[in-house]
Structures are given as structure tokens and as C-alpha cells.
């Protein structure tokens, strides 16, 4: 994964535009940071920490005279976090200082051919290796590091977003992209680039997305873009600021102040899509909908969770529909007949699995529709319609909101194909039982008390209250490292019951009358085998020792609160754990390798 920034020009303070611009990256990936200043004397200082942005502040000194800068923040995939393996990467002859998003996939024959060439090779990154082979290709005919970066794509394979800093060129910051986004941005006297645009929006208000196989150079005015040799022309787009609000507002984690804007996101999509009397969506969406005989989602991680949610409502209608984790359909795409339609759910709209299978789906020519909280995300970019998820910034790792507006858009769009404008009434109640719960959060804080000490945190349901387990147990093992597993009510008894001792405690879901008596019976067997079980209920189901309620919603949208209670539970877990909350170990927000 990882965050990449850049500037050149006159940019007021260097070290604060990269420090804070990493910062603000540093939900792709928090492993190692680096920053590189090019100056008028054309020598770099580099400074690297294993660690955090908060570690790199400590050694970049305030103030630099540097006419360009590069900077990176690293979700390791090739070599351990290290000082040789963080970036900004040198060139053996120290004439390039790169960063790099992305994956090279050949990077090991391109090491060996280095190696035979008698380049030393100091860390384990593919970076490197990049870095290697272009000053390699630059330096066989050195005139232009244009040239040298066009021959260098053609060789590259895999995914990267690259800033380049040439010694002999301090005023100009190269640049190419593949796979991995980036994104460039000007401003008077200074151009800038990054992995998206929160780094640049105090700096500039015109952002251009760099396309696929796209290459070139910035300097203080002027950017230009190339693709094959030749030139091409700037293309604007705009981003909505203040949807890019990274303003903690008085909490003290990003991930509860998510939780609790969850009712605003949900009003948000309610006036986004219901116009008071009609449904607005797409005409031309719906037929598409409509006239489909299969529908197919696509998603990772929680809005894989969000997608069965999805695949439900349309069986439910009667229509063919499946899920699919996007990492495994890459691999073994399923096609039924020309009447499928793909709906692909992404919080970022950069995950590299889903993006994988939108090429795929795209090279056939089929019709796929993007759910994202991302405008001008690959995803967005290449989908044939989009729906926006209104969720404003997520920045905790831990997606929370965007869950939670993944399925009230899914409930809008379902709902509009058939005009059922009760969905309305359901969602305004929905967001009273949220409120309501958000009243109640110490309750919840209570059972996080008592059970973060617990080995093992097992999360059953049925229906669609099984799905509210698996997003459940997601949310538990990401953020407090405790060993955590869903199962439908029913499955426990076929195996998983052997985990079971008096270290184990189990969540059963229940707002279902038709499974009330199933999941409690379920929950009694793990009782008997001296687990800690805690039932969430819906009030019409309640029964003496329950651990906590909810006011009824829709069947169908119950999913939502019984999750959000979960968010909860898994955040007061991890707080009492005394882990970072926000930035869970081994992981990043956006996760645009494979
Ligand atoms: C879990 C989580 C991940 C993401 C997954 C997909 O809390 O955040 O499981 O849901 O990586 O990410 P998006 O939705 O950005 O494609």
C-alpha cells in the first residue's frame, strides 16, 4: 500500500507540506516513514525512522532550503520494516531518490540482471530495484530522465505510483503511474502530488488524476503528462473539501467519532436519494437493474459484509443474486449470461482485489456499479454508474460508518426499483434505535469490561443476523487482537463448540421471532460448556439476562444496529486493552496491493 507525497517549487515550509501531507496519509500503512529534500547544491537529505510520521517529525529539522521534496509513509510488502527498506530509496550511484506505491512483480529478475551489471543491492524492497534499473537505463543514455522513465515502464510489471528526485534536476519532480493512484495538483509558484488529495487541499484546489501508464515532471509552474512519448493534456477534477474534514471534533479516536456519525451519514443518503416524495437514482441505472437476471457483488473485508446484506435483499425480491470475496473471484471469474449486472462495494474505491476484478468485468464490457465513499476513486473512475455512500472521511481502520451507509444505500436503491417508499419511515427509525443506542454505550462498555480478558469471542446468528456476526467478529479480531469467529447458529454444534471452555464468550445476535428460540438454544450449548454468553435482543424478544437490546427496526435492516452495537463493544475491548484504537497492527485503511 503505503502514501506517497511530493513538492517542487516554492513551497513555504518543505518538512511541514511532507510532515503533515504524511501524516494524512498514514492510513495506507504505518511501518516506516521517509522524506527526501533536493537542494540547490543538489544533495539530498534524507531522513528515515522505523515507525510512525509522529517518529519522522522528531529527526527532520524544522526548517529546509530544498527545491524539491518527496516523502512516504509504508505498509511493508517486500522486507521487514527497516531503515533499508523505507523510503525514499536511493540509486546505488545516488542519483535518483524515489518513493513508490505499489508492487513490482518481477522485481527478482530485474535483481538479477542488477547483480550481474555489479549493482549492490542494500535492502529487500522491489524499490529498489526500481530505483536501480532506471538510474541503470538513465545513465546508458543520459539525456534525458524522461526518456529513461518511459523505457523503465515499459519494463516494469505490477502496480506503482512513483515520485521521482533527480540530483542534476532539483527543480523538477518526475512521476509515473500504474495500478496504484496518484494524484498531482498546482498552485501559484508550486506543484504538488500524492496518493490522494488530503495532503493537497490546503495547498490547491485543481487536482488531476493521473491515469494508468501516464508519466511525467512537475516543476513550480508547469505539470506535463505523457503517455508513450507522447504529450498529453491536463485533465481537472474537482474534490469535495469538505468531505475531506479530518478534524477529530473533541474525540479522542477517529473510530468513535465514526461510530457516532453514523445518523448523520444515514440522514445525509436520505436526502441524497429521496427527494420527499421520489427516489432519485439513475433512470438509466434501474433499467439495467431491473432488466438483469443475475446480480453479482463484489467487495472485501466489512463491505464484503455489506454486499451479502445486498445479495439478500435482491433474492429476496426474487432476483438471482450471489457475493463473492473479490480476491477469489479475480482468480476464477464467474460469468452466467449476458444479463448479469456487478455491483462492486468500496469504502476507499482503491482496494487493488476489486479493482482487479472491475478490469476484468470491464474487458468484457459488462455493466458494473460502483457503491464508494470515494469521488474520482479508481472504482468511481472506471465504474459505468456510481453511488456515492455520503460518509465523509473514514479514517480509522476500522470501517464503522461507511458499513452502516453501504446498507442503507443498498435498502434506498432495492426499495426504488419497486418504488417502496416505506424504506423511508424504516430508515428514519433506524436512526432513533442508533440514537438510542448511542445513549446507552456504557452498557456496552460494561460487557467490554468483562470480557476483554476472554481468549476467544465467538459471534453467532441466523439469517440476517449471521451476517451481523461475521461483521461483528471482523470488527473484535482487527482492533483487539482477539482471536474471533462467526458462525450461523446452527454450525456450532458441527465443530467450532470444541473451542469452547470457560475462557470463551459468545455474542448471539436475535432479532429474528422466527430464530429467537433456535440461536438461544444454541447460546444454552455453549452455556452448558461453561462460555459467557451474551445475547443482544431486540426489545420484543428481550428475556431476563439478556446483555442488551435494541428497539425494533425492519427485518431487514436490523443488520445495521445490531453492528453498531458490536462497533461499540469491539472499540471499548481495544480501549481497555490499551491498543491503538485507529491504527490496528500489521494493517492499513486503504489496501491497494493484492
Ligand atoms: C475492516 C476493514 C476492511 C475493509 C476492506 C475493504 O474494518 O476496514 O476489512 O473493509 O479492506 O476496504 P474497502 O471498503 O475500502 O474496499
Redesign the pocket.
Known sequence: MCGIVGAVGKVKNFPKFILEGLASLDYRGYDSAGASFLKENHEFACYKVVGTVDDLKKIVPNKIDALSSIGHTRWATHGHPSINNAHPIASMNGLFNIVHNGVIENYRSLKKKLYEKSYTIKGETDTEIVANVLEYIYLKNPHSVLVAIERLMKILKGSYALAILFKDEPTKLYFAKKDSPLILAESENASFLASDPLPLIKYSQKFIDVEDGEYGYLTKNEIRLFINGKEVEKRYTERNIEFLNKDLGGYSDYMLKEIEETPQVISRLLIKYFDGHNFIFDENLLKELRNAEHVTFL???????AAIVGERYFRLLGKRSDTYI?SEWAYEPIFSNNNQIFIL???????A??IKCQKIINNRGMVNIAI???IAST?DREATFTLYLEAGL?V?????K??SA?VTLLALLVSSLFNNTSVIESLHSLNNVLLSIINRKEEIEDIANEIYKFNLIFFIGRGSDYIAAK?AS??MK??TYIHSEAFPGGELKHGPIALVDNKTALFAFDSDTKTDLAIRNNAKEVETRRGHIYIISIKELYKDGDAFNVNFVSPNLSVIPMVYVSQYLAYYVAKKKKVNIDKPRN?A???TVE
Open positions: 467487495a472485501c473485508g466489512t463491505s464484503y459484509h473479490a462495494i468500496s469504502q476507499s474505491g482503491e482496494t482485489d476489486l464508494t465513499n470515494t472504482l473514514e480509522a481502520v476500522a470501517s464503522t461507511a458499513f453501504q461483521e471482523l470488527k482487527e482492533i494493517l485503511k486503504s489496501v
